[in-house]
């Protein structure tokens, strides 16, 4: 499993307006080609600006389906992160959305 991240446009949430705001987020999936599939079933979703990185995530120890992503902060797969910048380093800090595949 992986944490796939993205500068992405979002839609207004008012009036689904596009090009509204720009997030990075961080998304839970086996590959950058599941990430944006994902990315494209979140209702806020616009369009990618552009792909940052992608890390493998350690598989979890206690048998669940939650990963460790932050120190303090794990989520399943289909998940969708907000991340925030600390100088060079992204932490994710909240789920945005959660996506069935």
Not at 39 to 45: A, N, T
Not at 65 to 76: G, R, S
Request: glycine share 4%.
């Amino acid at each position: 499993m992986k944490e796939i991240n993205f500068e992405v446009y979002t839609k207004n949430p008012k009036t689904g307006e596009d090009g509204w705001d720009i997030n990075f987020v961080s998304v839970i999936a086996e590959s950058k080609a599941e990430a944006k599939l994902i990315l494209s079933k979140w209702d806020l979703f616009d369009c990618i600006i552009l792909f940052n990185y992608s890390v493998d995530l350690p598989e979890p120890k206690d048998g669940s389906d939650m990963y460790q992503v932050t120190d303090k902060m794990k989520a399943c797969k289909g998940w969708i992160l907000d991340t925030i910048e600390h100088g060079r380093q992204v932490e994710a800090h909240k789920v945005l959305a959660t996506i069935e595949l």
